[in-house]
């Protein structure tokens, strides 16, 4: 184990451990299954013993929910199950459970809204660049 982002690359190049740490378990089947989803299957190759991973494969998965169960009733479930999981208890020194990509929609949501801030002197530069391209900017 490591905290150095290079030792990832080797020699010997490293592997993501499974959830748990170095005694983790968890995720060690979908790590198995996302590598042969999106490396034998997409034709990228996977990671071995006698091979170097210089790419990426990618896999994607289309799903027709109405094909299984009304879409309502699988709506309902998810709703059911975010509730679920969100009711747990938070670590001590965090306020809420959230999932992810929740604190990015947050703040989409809220610049939306209300702007992006941008530092003063960066806003300056900007303006002094467009002045220079002769573009208007908007205050």
Known sequence: PTTDPAAFYGPPPGALLPLGGIVGHKGFALGIVAE?????????????????QTGNGIYFQAINIEALLPYDEFIETVQEQIAWVKSARPQPGVSEVLFPGEPEYRTAQQ?????????DSIWQEMIETADSLGVEIAA
């Open 36 to 52: 042969l989803l999106a490396g034998a299957l997409s034709g990228a190759g996977v990671t071995g013993k006698e091979r170097e």
């Open 111 to 119: 610049r939306g809204a209300h702007g992006i801030p941008v530092e």
